[in-house]
Structure formats: C-alpha cells, structure tokens
C-alpha cells in the first residue's frame, strides 16, 4: 500500500488561501491518480481534486475557480491550492491514490484540519 502524510492546514481568515501538501511513500509505483478529499463536521467524506499521472485535472465544481492542484511526481507529492477560501471550506482534508483501475490504493493518513473564520 501507499502511505500517505498530509500537512499545511491551519486557522485562515475568509478570503484568504491556503496551500496543502500530500507526500506518498511506499508502493509509489502503483499510484496513476492522486486526489484530495475533504470530511466537514457531520458530513460524509467528499471528493474535491484528482490529477492524473498524465496532468488530467478534476475540480468539483464548489471550488472550481478556488481551488487548483498539481503534483511533482519526482517528489510523490500532490499539492491544494486553496483561494478566496469560504467558511464552508471548512473540513478536514485527506490526500489519497488510484490505481491504473481507478481504485485506491493508499492508506488514509490523519488528514489535515483547514478552519476558515473570521
């Protein structure tokens, strides 16, 4: 499996942006997409972001104009580039890997917590 460790969240005003990082360790080999997902307080897990090995982007469309992601497969590393950030941004965000097949593949790390209030 893939091994996964989130970080760069934190308290942001409205507006303000934010800049996520996933690293992936492990069966790296396996990966094709990385995706972020996010988990609201009382909510289900939702998908927000996927890339593709080959640079095909996804955005949902609740932060599409907002919210970008790339990723630096020298690195196994996949970034969230949060702007003009919202109170409903609110969330816990997780990183995670598909396979060639469309499956995960990766182990949910602890995610990291993005709070935006004023």
């Known amino acids: 499996q893939v091994q996964l460790v989130e970080s760069g969240g934190g308290l942001v005003q409205p507006g303000g942006s934010l800049r996520l990082s996933c690293a992936a360790s492990?069966?790296?080999?396996?990966?094709?997409?990385m995706a972020w997902y996010r988990q609201a307080p009382g909510k289900q897990r939702e998908l927000v972001a996927t890339?593709?090995?080959?640079?095909?982007?996804n955005v949902v469309d609740s932060v599409k104009g907002r919210f970008s992601i790339s990723r630096d497969n020298a690195k196994n590393t996949v970034y969230l580039q949060m702007n003009s950030l919202k109170p409903e941004d609110t969330a816990v965000y997780f990183c995670n890997v598909l396979d060639g097949l469309g499956l995960l593949v990766g182990s949910w790390g602890q995610g990291t917590q993005v709070i935006v209030s004023s």
């Open positions: 890339i593709t090995s080959g640079g095909r982007i």
């Open positions: 492990g069966s790296i080999f396996s990966i094709n997409a």
